[in-house]
């Protein structure tokens, strides 16, 4: 059985370097068994590259992938904090925060990016409970903003 770094690499991709903190925070907090992640933003190679109002300026199918790539430094957060993916048992939630037009209603869908994601990298150790929550603003101006809660062993 492939390893989830592993399948990361089959997918296509590569871990990016854990995401320096924009604030006062850390990227992952440890508790017990339990691994919180900050949010994440869709930042790659240090820099934002989508900005808007999802419904407006960028569109549900562009979010959802700005969400795998939300999902992804979480991932990276992850293996920073306890070394090896194997050791994630479950990803037990995922809050998605979706910067959203007055009239868009398609939270859940944009934050599917995210959860698809996480099912292909963990299997069935990747369902999750979810919540997908739309809001008037997030930091920088992102679209999408992604946290994780897992499981070591």
Same mark, same amino acid.
């Given at each position: 059985? #492939?390893?989830?770094?592993?399948?990361?690499?089959?997918?296509? /991709?590569?871990? +990016? @370097?854990?995401?320096?903190?924009?604030?006062?925070?850390? +990227?992952?907090?440890?508790?017990? =068994?339990?691994?919180?992640?900050?949010?994440? /933003?869709? &930042?790659?190679?240090?820099?934002? *590259?989508?900005?808007?109002?999802?419904?407006?300026?960028?569109?549900?199918?562009?979010?959802?992938?700005?969400?795998?790539?939300?999902?992804?430094?979480? &991932?990276? #957060? &992850?293996? #920073?904090?306890?070394?090896?993916?194997?050791?994630?048992?479950?990803?037990?939630?995922? *809050?998605?925060?979706?910067?959203?037009?007055? @009239?868009?209603?398609?939270? +859940?869908?944009? &934050?599917?990016?995210? =959860? @698809?994601?996480?099912?292909?990298?963990?299997? @069935?150790?990747?369902?999750?409970?979810? =919540?997908?929550?739309?809001? =008037?603003?997030? +930091?920088?101006?992102?679209?999408?903003?992604?946290?994780?809660?897992?499981?070591?062993?």
């Amino acid at each position: 059985m #492939a390893t989830p770094e592993e399948r990361i690499s089959e997918l296509g /991709l590569e871990l +990016p @370097d854990v995401v320096a903190p924009l604030a006062s925070y850390v +990227p992952t907090a440890r508790t017990g =068994s339990l691994v919180y992640t900050a949010g994440q /933003l869709p &930042i790659v190679k240090g820099e934002l *590259v989508v900005t808007g109002k999802v419904g407006a300026e960028v569109s549900a199918e562009e979010a959802a992938g700005h969400a795998r790539t939300c999902a992804l430094n979480a &991932i990276a #957060a &992850i293996k #920073a904090e306890v070394g090896d993916l194997s050791k994630v048992k479950r990803v037990v939630k995922v *809050v998605g925060f979706v910067a959203s037009a007055p @009239d868009f209603y398609g939270q +859940p869908q944009v &934050i599917n990016g995210a =959860s @698809d994601l996480l099912g292909e990298v963990f299997g @069935d150790a990747g369902r999750h409970a979810r =919540s997908a929550v739309g809001v =008037s603003v997030l +930091p920088r101006n992102s679209p999408v903003e992604v946290e994780l809660i897992v499981e070591v062993g």
